[in-house]
């Protein structure tokens, strides 16, 4: 769904802790590389297509997601990263 937003060039969601849920989705967002795009716009992107307890709680920014060898996105880092920003 992230990845539909012309200014997004790849995404990865992952659950993060949630004092009031247990856990709230979490998007991370590499952006196409002229595009500015503030996350209260993503969520509002994800609004238009999917049900409001799956679109991102928190969207953080970076420059690129870590991956294997095969290219897929490594989700455990992804997290690990996320975590540490909180």
Known sequence: MLRSHPGVSEAAVIGIPDEKWGEAVCAVVVLE??????PEELVEHCKKSIASYKKPK????????????????????????VLSKT
């Open 58 to 81: 928190k969207v953080l920014f970076t420059e690129d997601l870590p991956k294997n060898p095969a290219g897929k996105v490594i989700k455990k880092e992804v997290k690990e990263w």
């Open 33 to 38: 590389s002229a595009n500015k795009v503030k």
